[in-house]
């Protein structure tokens, strides 16, 4: 049995929707079983719980071989925040599941994750990742650059396709190995089905850097129209810089995050997903 903690998101559900499909059972931990009606359509075993409530964790992890946790605050709200999600409980689950006898656990991190990283949401990752390599868990850790269903779509995606502008702050030149979230799904899946991955932090990007300039440019070819681009300078002014979205795309225009994926892709049979074959997918989903 695999449990999957974060099931009911986006990267989740296509982690479980993988596994099953690969015959594997798995428990998915959700918060409220009536939201979990799809899951269990599919054939997922369904463990009410949180990772705020140490107890039901506890049960969640009972005859569990392995835990893949992609679970975090952001998309939570509420009372739901860095400290008491990303930090206490990622820290709930790893004790779970090392009481539980747990083998596996792969835990969905973030690119520049680290315990002193200035930004809270990176620093708990890292802080996390820390406790999983003191923790007697044979663990995996995956680090995805910016997600393609995410970042991009809400910077360009979005705006692009209802016809608005696209608002780049900086001149959206610097170039990042944006990955869709198929892709981390698969090593999710494909490091649960090798000894080898244990003990392994892997990095993970798309098969090419790309700018947001390239995602305008493979929004305008497959919409066949011009997307309105407008630049805000950077330093931001002080009302935009409060904006969490802004702050990141500012933050982008500091670095470049370049990672070569052909090893490991080779390594683990996974097909990376292009930019534009993305892109060329979620134009043509709109029609």
Same mark, same amino acid.
């Given at each position: 049995m695999i449990l999957v903690v974060g099931a009911t998101g986006q990267l989740g559900g296509l982690i479980v929707h993988k596994l099953l499909s690969r015959g594997h059972r798995v428990r998915a931990l959700v918060r409220d079983r009536a /939201? %979990?009606?799809? *899951? &269990?359509?599919?054939?997922?075993?369904?463990?009410?719980?949180?990772?705020?409530?140490p107890d039901s964790l506890l049960r969640a992890c009972d005859g569990v071989r392995a835990v893949v946790t992609t679970a975090n605050?952001?998309?939570?709200?509420?009372?739901?925040?860095?400290?008491?999600?990303?930090?206490?409980?990622?820290?709930?689950?790893i004790q779970a599941a090392t009481l539980q006898g747990v083998?596996?656990?792969?835990?969905?991190?973030?690119?520049?994750?680290?315990?002193?990283?200035?930004?809270?949401?990176?620093r708990a990752k890292g802080e996390t990742e820390s406790r999983l390599r003191d923790s007697d868990l044979a663990w995996?850790?995956?680090?995805?650059?910016?997600?393609?269903?995410?970042?991009?779509?809400?910077?360009? /995606? %979005?705006?692009? *396709? &209802?016809?608005e502008?696209?608002?780049l702050i900086g001149e959206g030149r610097r170039r990042h190995s944006l990955v869709s979230m198929a892709d981390v799904?698969?090593?999710?899946?494909?490091v649960l089905e090798r000894e080898d991955a244990a003990g392994?932090?892997?990095?993970?990007?798309?098969?090419?850097p790309v700018s947001l300039r390239d995602v305008i440019v493979a929004f305008e070819t497959d919409l066949g129209r011009e997307v309105t681009v407008r630049t805000l300078p950077i330093p931001l002014p002080s009302e935009g810089a409060t904006d969490p979205i802004v702050s990141l795309l500012a933050s982008l225009e500091t670095y470049d995050s370049p990672i070569?994926?052909?090893?490991?892709?080779?390594?683990?049979?996974?097909?990376?997903?292009?930019?534009?074959?993305f892109v060329s997918g979620v134009v043509a989903s709109t029609r």
């Open positions: /939201g %979990a009606a799809d *899951l &269990a359509a599919q054939g997922a075993d369904i463990a009410v719980g949180d990772l705020t409530h605050s952001m998309s939570r709200g509420g009372d739901d925040t860095i400290e008491s999600v990303d930090r206490a409980g990622n820290t709930n689950l083998d596996r656990f792969v835990f969905v991190s973030a690119l520049g994750a680290d315990p002193h990283h200035p930004m809270p949401l990176l995996t850790i995956l680090q995805p650059d910016f997600y393609m269903e995410l970042l991009m779509m809400i910077a360009v /995606g %979005a705006p692009a *396709l &209802a016809g502008t696209v608002t799904a698969a090593y999710a899946v494909a392994q932090t892997l990095v993970i990007g798309g098969p090419e070569d994926m052909t090893a490991i892709a080779e390594r683990y049979g996974v097909a990376p997903t292009r930019m534009s074959d």
